[in-house]
């Protein structure tokens, strides 16, 4: 179908009326097209029967609401809809669309967005970053617009608004260039599909209100290119952690030139983004800047148009791309920040909130790299905004969804200078489903499993007053009578995986894998957490006390701080609330119910396998300090505690899950994740402490 052909067909649905449906539309920008198609479809629904015997929808925009916020107002059979654009009227029928699918009259609505930029982070499964097998079988739904379109319904519907993909060199994926038409691999006419597809997406995007931005690593080129001018071989076998990567004139005006030719060849395309690290293992922080001047942004000022331009931060002052934070560079950059003015619009920066595990404590402790100075918002900037990173690398399986830690993160963290936050995974794309073993689940795609993690996320960095009713409703439409149990259940398993990454104080992406209760070790290993780590960790969150200073403390409670006995105590209180919620909720022949149970139920017996094994660290420390056997014994009955609660994850996950590659574990070799490959480990620390004389 051309876009014109299909423009026309959104235009016919602009004065649609179904038989107790009528829209009074002359708005014809492609998202209120889209969200009056969504809405139609709700006019045969039995829901909007018993609701209206007649509607008449009245569409308006009127800026002084501001950018996509919206007002409904009823009046009798009439609702009256107001946006402050376009992407504003979108989201006030998508609103209406959910009143009416929970069962209710549209009622009165005034909403704006708390945050300008409210992004996914997704990394495409060609050239990524990672290399695996959990990446990398994501090839060809990741080249499905079918797939695109659903992914994109889902972030229209949460509220999310820019789509950020992440590749290492995505350019000769995008353009053939005149100049350097050897750095593409692909014929003609496989190029011409490549262009089709990345235009779909951009355009499908544009239709939903969600902006799209394309964002690489430096400095790589394509394999083709490498070779055919034998300039950074590094990129032939897809090594990026290189001592020093190739600056070499033809790499710059390379850069250069696919860079401005991406911008013209994609005009739904609207920015890109730059991450001045790996392949710039061998350069200063001085010289990774003047590399994105004279090149990358050189490239976005040749170009026909500005774009929207996403600068990730902080650089290292060191030699190594992972580095550390440093004042100096912090306020070297800023400056840089400060007086860069080759884009469309002010410049988004983006911070990895404590590291590449975010879901863990809501206070700032670290970025990547470790503490951060306020050079980046002390004087406020006027040229740049800034994004927090909600990096995930901690449950790619199990069903997430925690409105309190949003809330608060927002609250927290919402400081003027920041527009925004980032949601997504390195180690995992949530496109193929290869984790599912049962048939007959309503879903076809990764992320419909974790559909209240995007919907709480979304929702809430729109309006975090967005009040928990409207989530219980999501699970009550889904699975009728259990809807608020079902909330109620999820709000306190989902505080497990918070609660060991606040525990564990973890770095980069594998040094932490919370729904696996994994840990990388010495010999770059992924093995179960052990009672050694727990005794020796200092906890990322403030609030916790470590095991060493909670007995030196004399095993005291103190002010403002959360003894490990205490946590234990907390986490065994919620878990076991939470599998006795769910005895009330009986799956019958529904899949889907079946899942999200036996997720909760999971996250529940993980909760207190580690709640138990916290106490065991604690009694094993005290008799490392002291050799009294009597420490040891207790240690080992807390221990032997524990362990029946994997044996029960292993009981539930066995049926449902199967063993699926995962990027953490691959370092263990080609072996699959499970929690049943992990059992075995479990057992042996146990009788490891057993045999200790």
């Known amino acids: 179908?051309?876009?014109?052909?299909?423009?026309?067909?959104?235009?016919?649905?602009?004065?649609?009326?179904?038989?107790?449906?009528?829209?009074?539309?002359?708005?014809?920008?492609?998202?209120?097209?889209?969200?009056?198609?969504?809405?139609?479809?709700?006019?045969?629904?039995?829901?909007?029967?018993?609701?209206?015997?007649?509607?008449?929808?009245?569409?308006?925009?009127?800026?002084?609401?501001?950018?996509?916020?919206f007002r409904i107002k009823p009046e009798n059979d009439t609702v009256v809809l107001t946006g402050g654009d376009a992407t504003g009227v979108m989201y006030g029928l998508l609103s209406m669309k959910e009143q009416i699918e929970s069962g209710e009259k549209i009622s009165n609505i005034e909403e704006s967005p708390r945050f300008s930029f409210r992004a996914i982070k997704f990394n495409l499964p060609w050239d990524s970053y990672r290399r695996g097998k959990a990446l990398q079988l994501h090839y060809e739904t990741c080249r499905d617009t079918n797939f695109w379109r659903s992914f994109l319904d889902m972030m229209a519907e949460n509220r999310f608004n820019k789509l950020t993909l992440w590749n290492l060199h995505p350019f000769s994926y995008m353009v053939k260039t005149e100049k350097y038409p050897e750095a593409c691999g692909f014929s003609d006419e496989e190029m011409k599909t490549w262009e089709k597809f990345w235009k779909s997406i951009f355009r499908m995007a544009k239709e939903r209100g969600v902006e799209t931005y394309i964002i690489n690593w430096n400095i790589f080129v394509s394999p083709e290119f490498a070779k055919a001018h034998n300039v950074a071989t590094y990129c032939i076998d897809g090594k990026y952690f290189v001592d020093q990567g190739d600056t070499s004139a033809i790499v710059k005006d390379y850069t250069r030139e696919v860079v401005k030719e991406v911008i013209n060849r994609y005009p739904d395309l609207t920015g890109l983004g730059i991450t001045l690290g790996e392949g710039m293992g061998g350069m200063t922080a001085e010289e990774r800047e003047k590399w994105l001047l004279e090149n990358y942004i050189q490239g976005m000022r040749q170009a026909s148009r500005k774009v929207k331009f996403i600068h990730r931060v902080?650089?290292?002052?060191?030699?190594?791309?992972?580095?550390?934070?440093?004042?100096?560079?912090?306020?070297?950059?800023?400056?840089?920040?400060d007086t860069l003015t080759c884009t469309n619009g002010p410049i988004n920066i983006e911070l990895k909130f404590n590291w590449s595990h975010s879901h863990s404590c809501t206070d700032l402790v670290k970025v990547h790299g470790g503490p951060l100075t306020d050079a980046y918002w002390n004087p406020p900037p006027q040229n740049y905004k800034l994004a927090w990173m909600m990096r995930n690398e901690d449950f790619f399986v199990l069903r997430w969804g925690q409105t309190g830690f949003i809330r608060e993160h927002i609250s927290k963290n919402g400081h003027p200078w920041v527009n925004g936050y980032y949601v997504g995974s390195e180690c995992y794309i949530p496109a193929k489903d290869y984790i599912t073993s049962l048939p007959n689940t309503s879903y076809h795609y990764a992320f419909e499993r974790q559909w209240m993690f995007y919907k709480v996320w979304g929702r809430l960095l729109y309006n975090p007053e967005t009040p928990d009713e409207v989530f219980s409703n999501a699970f009550e439409k889904r699975f009728h009578g259990s809807g608020n149990t079902l909330f109620i259940a999820q709000q306190k398993a989902s505080r497990i995986p918070l609660i060991i990454g606040s525990y564990w104080n973890a770095t980069w992406d594998n040094t932490l894998y919370s729904e696996g209760l994994l840990s990388i070790m010495d010999n770059d290993s992924m093995k179960l957490i052990s009672l050694e780590q727990m005794c020796n960790k200092q906890p990322m969150s403030p609030s916790y006390m470590s095991i060493k200073d909670y007995l030196a403390s004399g095993e005291k409670s103190i002010p403002g701080k959360i003894t490990p006995a205490e946590l234990a105590d907390s986490i065994e209180s919620f878990c076991n609330s939470t599998l006795k919620d769910l005895e009330r909720v009986e799956p019958g022949q529904n899949t889907d119910l079946l899942y999200e149970v036996s997720d909760m139920k999971v996250w529940a017996h993980l909760g207190l396998y580690f709640a138990d094994k916290l106490r065991?660290?604690?009694?094993?420390?005290?008799?490392?300090?002291?050799?009294?056997?009597?420490?040891?014994?207790?240690?080992?009955?807390?221990?032997?505690?524990?362990?029946?609660?994997?044996?029960?994850?292993?009981?539930i996950t066995v049926p449902i899950y199967k063993p699926m590659p995962m990027q953490h574990y691959e370092r263990n070799g080609d072996i699959p994740f499970h929690w049943n490959n992990v059992k075995k480990e479990v057992y042996d620390e146990l009788h490891r402490l057993k045999g200790i004389k």
């Open 314 to 337: 902080p650089l290292s002052a060191g030699k190594w791309s992972g580095g550390t934070t440093d004042p100096v560079v912090e306020r070297m950059t800023r400056q840089t920040l």
């Open 616 to 651: 065991s660290a604690v009694q094993y420390q005290k008799y490392l300090d002291t050799k009294k056997t009597e420490y040891l014994k207790s240690s080992v009955v807390f221990l032997e505690t524990a362990v029946p609660h994997w044996d029960k994850v292993c009981e």
């Open 1 to 69: 179908m051309t876009r014109s052909i299909y423009f026309i067909l959104l235009l016919l649905l602009a004065s649609c009326r179904q038989n107790n449906l009528e829209v009074r539309n002359e708005i014809t920008k492609t998202p209120v097209l889209y969200a009056i198609g969504k809405l139609n479809e709700t006019a045969y629904s039995a829901e909007f029967r018993r609701l209206y015997k007649k509607l008449v929808i009245r569409t308006s925009i009127d800026t002084a609401l501001g950018a996509e916020a």
